[in-house]
């Protein structure tokens, strides 16, 4: 299958981009696939991303300042087909999306090798621009059409999940935050009374990288561990590696950690890696009376840690997602009703707008579907309080 992207207005009209590629990045910085020029000034430097699944397209927009919209409506995420309509900022480049199959294009190339007899030419070429007037009629005509009919079916979508104008599915959020949560793989020491090391351990959790600069968010109990377990005296973290979503566990990135809670009850840690550009989770909700009883939540980490990857025999690294609903908000900890295992500790609790409103810190023993999380303005807090 190849994409295809024909530009509508502006100096490139009629032109038109192929990509047989599974992702295509779209913006103004010389490393997209889909490249504007630098003086497109509506659309961002890393604008959107189409990413082919099976038979489908899905366009996610990467936090662009001007939006994108399909067919009229704004949108994050969403499924795109065959002649929609695509606009990069608003008042900026408009294009028409366009799905090939291999027999799409073993015709398209047929048709261009035919020949014209001579006759024929002149009245070809009359015909051809009568054909681009009408063409061009017939396009504002059906660009408004697109427009009020996508703005209709937004609606009607929305409706039929219960979502509103800036909820998105669960599957949307996964898109737009799984990127950002990490694997980390803690070693430490365990010590004596007299600080002599006693026994080496590994501990494993899950983060979350809150800006791009390379600052992650996790559990102060995954990178102290001894903290937490009565039966160790002290010990010393040897060594915090990050594995990213698609990558292998032999592809750990060396990480230190940057700030600790003021105390072990409040179990937050802020670990920082020397990467820049990273992918940040989309955005935080860190007021709590915008938190609710009866919210939906979700949970994005790694349960089981390792151990789930050895079952599944899976070789690269992929989060698990779960869901369920917050069923109180307290002071301290936002309880949910949902089942979380070791290894999401440090992960991130979500909304229906992709927005992290938590970190997942413990489950109940007892009660294995209660999960509790620190609100993220703690975390926050942490981060700004240098």
């Not at 190849?2 to 490139?12: D, E, H, K, S």
């Not at 509506?42 to 994108?68: E, F, I, K, M, P």
């Not at 409103?357 to 303005?377: E, H, K, R, S, Y």
Request: net charge negative; charged share 25%.
């Amino acid at each position: 299958m190849r994409a295809t992207f024909t530009y509508l207005v502006g100096p490139n009209k009629g032109e038109r981009s192929g990509f047989d590629n599974r992702v295509i990045s779209i913006g103004r910085a010389s490393d997209n696939e889909l490249r504007f020029r630098d003086n497109e000034r509506r659309v961002s430097s890393h604008h959107a991303r189409v990413t082919r699944r099976g038979d489908q397209y899905v366009l996610l927009d990467l936090g662009s300042t001007n939006g994108t919209m399909v067919n009229g409506r704004r949108v994050i995420a969403t499924e795109i087909h065959h002649e929609d309509l695509i606009e990069f900022g608003a008042g900026g480049p408009l294009v028409r999306f366009g799905i090939e199959s291999e027999a799409d294009q073993q015709t398209t190339a047929s048709i261009g090798e035919t020949s014209q007899p001579e006759a024929g030419r002149a009245e070809v070429a009359s015909r051809r621009k009568d054909g681009n007037q009408r063409s061009n009629a017939a396009l504002i005509i059906a660009l408004v059409a697109a427009m009020a009919v996508g703005a209709l079916a937004g609606i009607l979508a929305s409706s039929s999940l219960g979502l509103g104008d800036d909820e998105m599915t669960w599957a949307q959020v996964a898109e737009l935050n799984s990127p950002a949560v990490v694997l980390i793989r803690v070693e430490f020491e365990t010590l004596d009374a007299g600080g002599r090391p006693i026994t080496t351990e590994a501990k494993t959790g899950s983060g979350f990288v809150i800006d791009g600069n390379g600052l992650i968010v996790t559990n102060r109990h995954i990178v102290r561990a001894w903290e937490f377990d009565p039966s160790m005296n002290s010990g010393r973290t040897t060594s915090i590696q990050i594995i990213f979503q698609g990558k292998t566990k032999d592809d750990g990135v060396p990480a230190e950690v940057y700030r600790l809670s003021a105390d072990r009850n409040i179990d937050i840690a802020v670990l920082k890696i020397d990467h820049r550009g990273l992918a940040a989770v989309h955005a935080v909700e860190d007021q709590l009376d915008r938190i609710n009883q009866g919210d939906e939540a979700a949970v994005i980490g790694y349960p089981l840690g390792m151990d789930l990857l050895n079952l599944t025999r899976d070789t690269r690294i992929e989060p698990s997602l779960a869901t369920g609903v917050v069923s109180r908000v307290g002071h301290d900890a936002i309880q949910l009703s949902l089942r979380a295992n070791h290894g999401n500790s440090g992960g991130p609790a979500l909304n229906r707008r992709g927005e992290v409103f938590g970190i997942v810190t413990a489950n109940i023993g007892a009660a294995p579907d209660i999960t509790l999380c620190t609100p993220i303005a703690v975390a926050l807090e942490l981060i700004k309080n240098r």
